[in-house]
């Protein structure tokens, strides 16, 4: 897991080759040209981006759209992930999935099970929670909902007074479930002054992925800043480590369909390892040969079996 100091900028031009990925980052501050997204020429995963879940929707109390739609913006400019979609567009794919599962749906239509496209990560922007009371910075946007508009106001790392903003992104491995990055996005008034001049064109995509709110205020432009800092941060990091989810994990679990053996070798004439009964769990190794799986059990037995007498654990 990578963590960020606070506020960290680029001060120069940034590449990072790793593992045959390259990425591209500019710096900001004190600029008066418009910050660029990170680009990567080969894609890092398969990313789906959720709000976070907290009970805290804090970018309602500025009339700003979720904070997974500003990232969805960044992913989709950028070419560092595979973005796939588990909100709206899911919704409406259950429904087509649906009409085509009571067929009615054109004959031909080819909608079905085991197409969807799986998730190496998942991604889950919030704001850092600046809270006096426990001592120092605690993460997680965890302050209530609605919004003072007193001096000073502060609604977890976002103060509307100073016009600042601190972030948080994190990345979880979906197979395994592990924490691949926690990064923490800074950014304040300073790093926006290029927005009042030719900032038009990098606030443009903003409108068509359901953002437009960020570009449109001054507290907006600087959040989403912080996390153009905190996404510019991850990418480079994950370019460095050239992490890959698939690979890195371990196959999915079997359920035996029916009683067999766990033979020593892949074929019927080769020595038993074990008996193995209808319903037991197995691991496969990533190893076949033929029909042949090469799984180990829950007590670390080895050996081969026939793959028609497994199916996917659920």
Known sequence: ?????????????????????????????????????????????????REPDNGNQWWTSMNLESPAALIKVYVSQSNCFTLVDRGKGLQAAQEER????????????????????????VLVPDIANSNSNAGGNRIGGILGGFLPHGVGAVVGGISMSKKSADVVLTLTDVRSTEQVALEQGHSDKTDIGWA????????????????????NTEIGQVIAMAYLDAYTKMVADLQHNAPNAQADNVQQAVRLTEPTQLYS?????????????????????????????????ELGNVGWVLSSKLELAR
Request: net charge positive; aromatic share 8%.
């Open 1 to 49: 897991m990578k963590t960020r100091a606070w506020g960290a900028k680029y001060g120069s031009g940034l590449l990072v080759l790793a593992g045959g990925l390259l990425v591209t980052s500019m710096s900001w501050a004190g600029s008066s040209a418009p910050p660029q997204i990170p680009r990567c020429s080969q894609r890092i995963g398969t990313l789906a981006v």
């Open 98 to 121: 649906a009409l085509a599962a009571n067929g009615e749906e054109r004959v031909g239509s080819n909608i079905g099970k085991g197409q969807m496209k799986a998730a190496d990560y």
């Open 196 to 215: 009042g001049g030719g900032g038009a064109g990098f606030w443009g995509g903003f409108a068509a992925g359901g953002a437009s709110g960020y570009a």
């Open 265 to 297: 070798d892949a074929n019927l004439h080769s020595s038993v390892v074990r008996g193995l009964k209808s319903g037991m769990m197995l691991y496969p190794t990533g190893d076949k040969v033929g029909i042949w799986w090469k799984v180990t059990d």
